[in-house]
Every structure is written in C-alpha cells, then in structure tokens.
C-alpha cells in the first residue's frame, strides 16, 4: 500500500511534467505567426545544431520562447513560493503576499518607472523593495516578540505590506498621467509582454538558487508543519529552516514580481490544487506546485496575448480564473486542511 | 537517563517553579501530577529542551541537555503531544514518518527502511490498518496512539508524553493505558503527566507532584499519593480509599455523607 502511494504520486508528477511540455509547444505554435509543432520542434532542434535562419527561428527564439520560459519561471517560482508560506505558517489561506513581499517589490518597481529608470534597474528596484518588506516585517516580528511568533510575522507582513500599498498610490499620483501611469497601471496587473532572452538570463539563476534549498530541505520543511513544539521535538532545527524557507520564498517571488509585475492567486489557488493530487506532504507538493505553477501561468500568458487583439494582464485573468477555482476548492477541499 | 537537578522552570523573568530534582532511567516510569497551572507543562517544555531552564541543571543520558543539538535530542527523547486535529490531511504513515527525521541526512527524505520502522512501529501497537487512514478522521484515542507509534519510530529510549489520556473516552483511555504499560514492560523510560492519582498509582514507579512553586512531593506512589498530600495541593480536603484489588478512589472529604 504504502508503495503505491509512492509510485501514484512520481506517476502525477511525470504526468504533469509531460504536460508542462505540452504547453510549452503549445505556447511556441501560437501567435500571430502561428507554426504547427513538427516546425516548432525542427526549429529548437535547429538552435541546437547551430541555428537556422528562417523568420520562426528568430519569431521563436528571441521573442515567443523566451517569454515561455519567463512564464515557465514566473509560474513555478510563485506556486512554490505559497506552497511553502503555506506549509511554514501552517495555514492554507497564505500566500506570498502575505509576507507583503508582493506590495514592497511593487513599490520599488512602481518607483522606478516614475523616475524613468531603465528596466533592468526598475528590475533590481523591485527585488530589493521585495526583499526589504520582509527583512522590516522579519525585524518587527522579532522587536514584538510574543508566543506566537508565527501570527506577529504574518500581522506585521500585512502592516508593511498596507504601507506598500500606500506608497504605490503616492507613486500613481506623482506620476506623469500619459506616459508613466499607463506603464504603472499596466505593470500592477502583471504582464510577461517585455520579456526578453536577457530578462530569461538574470531570473534563471535567482530562481534555481531560491528553490534548491526548498527541495534540499524538503522533509524538515514539512516536518515543520506541526508546529515549533512537535517539530523541535522530532529533531528539526527550527529556526535555521524556517529562516532557509522565508528567505528563499522571498527570493523566488521577489524575482517573479520584479519581471513580471504583480500576478495574484498562483501561489494562494495552485499548491491547494497541488495537495488535492499527491496529497500534504511537502515533499511532493513542492514538485508538483513547480510544475502546476508553471504550466498554468504559461497558459494563462498564451490566452493573454493571442486571445484578443491587444495584451490582456495577467493579473486580471489569474484572478478571473482563480477566485472561482477557490471557491470550488473551498467548498470541495475542505477536508483537505479541517 | 533523564535528571533534572535543582531545577527552576519558567518563561520569560517569572518561575513558575524552582528546586527540582527528579530522575528517570528505563523501565521506569515517572509521573508528574499537580493543580492546572501548577507548571506541569512548563516543566514538560523544559524538560524537552523547547524552552530554556530558568536555574538548576538537566542531563540527558549523562550530558547536559543544553549542549545537545536538537538532533542528538531527538534520538534519546521522543515527546508524544496530546493529539490535536492538524491543519493538513496527513495519514498515519505519513506521521509516523516524521518520526524517522533525526535519523535522516539533513537533506534527505525517508526511505524503505524508514517506511518499514514507520509500519513495525504501528504493528507493534496494533494500528497498522489505520496506516492509510487520515490522521484527522479516526478516533482520538486512535490519534493518540499513532503519535506514540511516531515516538516509537523515533527509536529513542525515553519517553515524554503530555496527558496522554486526557480527553479520551473510557475505552480509549484504557486501551493506552495499557500500550504506556506494555512500553514499559519492555524497557523504555516514560515521563508523564495525568490528573488521575489512580494512573499514577498503576503506572509509575515514581511520582513527582507540582504545586506551590515547587516540587511538593517526590517519591514511589506510597510515599506520594497520600490524602494530606493531595488535600494540600489540590486544595479541596480529600479522602483516599483503597478498593481490594488496590485501586485508589479518590473522594471530597467534605462532601462525603456516608
């Protein structure tokens, strides 16, 4: 019995792998020069022999793929992210905003547009407004230190991150209505329609850096879900991985907003989706939230940007599909955490 | 292989108790007692290492419990929690599981001699059928039992366990009464703690009662469950009888009409 509850959750997870590929095809055909997928697969086979020069080969390779793999990146850095916050502060209702990770790394991209940096600086903005939320709400957890450690963290992350969004209405209303609150406005609904090859270059690295020590400690991490108490007591060192897990879901998901602006419910609807296949433990959640995340936001990226005639944000449509999606996960899952 | 030795126990600047010396080693059972809010679980947290002693000394199997990673700990001590209702929809096996951690790489996860460990553990207390179960959806006393099959998985010699049959009903309160009993027989060491006198009485080779700030009693349940005793540390005036097959019923002396 217990084996094959092994194997059943490695079949989910190389049958979710396999449709992570699928949609990345998929995502390479279509646009506005759309290619059947034996040409999408000559081309990158083509890239690897040397490259071709045909106009899919630079359609696919300097525009099309590398905004897949931004999205592929985007999307699993996001899902893991939750499923961690959520397995650490032993609650399912958490998600990377919740550390108000997602309103700093907007405030500091939001204030690089208005003072018209260049993007890769708007970029670094971003990721340092995102890790420094949760340095001031890591810091101001530990300055009120109370029993409950856990609910300071997530109060003082919902504080700091109500500030955030405050100095984002300060920005909004500093700047220059035609040419900067478009881009500003656009920005906050999440959107991979800049991306390019370099972009892919610099958040690759972070990305992987943030999750190897998530799947490195992933037996502790979910160990850590019953709590300090039972946790210590079964011979984890707490606060060396809770430190490991809020800094490296950090990293991950200050990487994600800084290029891709700010896409809500991936990490909040995914790692529930995630749990409802291989089930609570953390170590098949992780993998399976990583490739869920990513085949879901390269999906969501292809709707929004062949589905109609101008670029739809992201944010908008993760949120169109996934409060429904939640709210069917609550009413159907509610076993799954009660 | 557990000593606590002058020990004051306490959060923060404030003790909630101080002077204690106890002892446990194998086959033997230590069982606390005392008023709510007396310190029995301060003491317990201490004991565990999971918050720091205020004064005095603990030693686990010779060497000072301060000086042990969490890990050399967890190998020597296994706490069984009261089993609570958890956030997720763990199984059995998967709880058991988390048993094995210290004795895991610092980054791996349990493998088949693990899961094995994780299955004799609950063949040995007869729950082996529930492996696949939800922990949340059997019977508490059933929960209760799974959280002493992970500390037996644990492969640690001694044994903490926090009221273990506090809000159970009665046939679960007998059915592990009778597996701490069994442990026992087979040489773990056990600390814990219980409200009832007659728990004590069956189970433990030594009573430590918790009242007053301090060690009120220490010694064989003889010595430690007499009425003046558990009059002065309950505070209601208590009249101990002993039925024929010894066990002790405890009633309020003033309320007695007989």
């Known amino acids: ?338 | 292989m557990l000593q606590a030795r002058k020990l004051a126990i306490g959060y923060g600047a404030r003790d909630v108790a101080i002077d204690i010396d106890l002892a446990v080693a194998r086959g033997e059972v230590l069982c606390l007692l005392g008023p709510n809010g007396a310190g029995k679980t301060t003491l317990f947290k201490t004991l565990l290492g999971l918050i720091p002693a205020r004064g005095g000394e603990i030693r686990l199997g010779g060497r000072p419990l301060a000086d042990l990673t969490r890990r050399e700990t967890a190998r020597a001590m296994a706490y069984v929690p009261q089993a609570q209702v958890m956030e997720f929809a763990y199984t059995v096996l998967d709880l058991v599981l988390m048993g094995r951690t210290a004795h895991l790489g610092p980054f791996a996860a349990p493998g088949r001699m693990d899961r094995e460990r994780a299955e004799a553990a609950l063949a040995d207390l007869g729950i082996l059928d529930l492996a696949h179960a939800e922990a949340n959806r059997i019977s508490g006393g059933q929960r209760q039992l799974s959280l002493v099959a992970r500390a037996l998985a644990q492969d640690a010699p001694l044994l903490v366990m926090d009221e273990p049959t506090a809000s159970l009903d009665l046939g679960n309160r007998l059915l592990v009464l009778e597996k701490v009993r069994a442990l026992r027989e087979r040489g773990y060491g056990i600390v814990f703690s219980t409200h009832d006198p007659d728990q004590a009485r069956e189970l433990a080779t030594r009573v430590a009662v918790i009242a007053h700030g301090r060690l009120a009693a220490y010694g064989t349940p003889g010595e430690t469950l007499t009425a003046e005793t558990l009059s002065d540390v309950y505070g209601v005036p208590v009249r101990l009888e002993r039925t024929e097959s010894g066990r002790l019923v405890v009633t309020n002396s003033n309320a007695g009409s007989d």
């Open chain 1, 1 to 338: 019995m217990a084996r094959l509850a092994d194997k059943a959750s490695a079949v989910v997870l190389a049958v979710l792998a396999i449709l992570l590929l699928a949609t990345v095809l998929l995502a390479a055909m279509l646009g506005p020069y759309p290619a059947p997928v034996g040409d999408v697969i000559s081309a990158i086979a083509r890239h690897f022999g040397g490259g071709g020069a045909t106009p899919l080969d630079s359609i696919l390779f300097q525009i099309r793929l590398p905004r897949v793999l931004a999205a592929v990146l985007v999307g699993a850095a996001l899902a893991t992210a939750g499923a961690s916050y959520q397995t650490l502060f032993r609650n399912p209702l958490v998600s990377p905003d919740i550390l108000g990770v997602s309103g700093g790394a907007g405030f500091g991209a939001v204030l690089g547009i208005l003072l018209g940096l260049p993007v890769l600086a708007i970029q670094a903005l971003g990721f340092a407004g995102g890790l420094a939320t949760v340095l001031v709400v890591y810091a101001l957890a530990r300055a009120l230190r109370s029993q409950n450690e856990v609910l300071v963290l997530v109060l003082a992350g919902i504080v700091v991150g109500a500030l955030a969004g405050a100095g984002i209405s300060l920005v909004k209303v500093l700047a220059d209505p035609f040419n900067q609150l478009p881009a500003i406005t656009f920005w906050l609904l999440g959107s991979l329609a800049g991306i390019k090859a370099e972009d892919v270059r610099i958040v690759l690295p972070l990305v992987v850096v943030g999750l190897v020590p998530l799947a490195l400690l992933r037996w502790r991490i979910g160990v850590l879900s019953l709590g300090d108490d039972e946790a210590k007591a079964l011979g984890v060192n707490v606060r060396f991985v809770r430190a490991t897990v809020i800094a490296a879901a950090t990293l991950v998901t200050a990487t994600a907003v800084s290029v891709s602006g700010v896409i809500g419910w991936i990490g909040l609807v995914v790692p529930h989706m995630a749990r409802m296949l291989v089930g609570p433990r953390y170590d098949r959640v992780l993998p399976a939230s990583a490739l869920m995340g990513a085949a879901f936001l390269v999906l969501i990226d292809t709707i929004a940007r062949t589905a109609a005639r101008i670029e739809i944000p992201l944010g908008l449509l993760t949120a169109v599909l996934g409060a429904p999606v939640f709210v069917w996960l609550l009413a159907r899952g509610r076993r799954m955490w009660s």
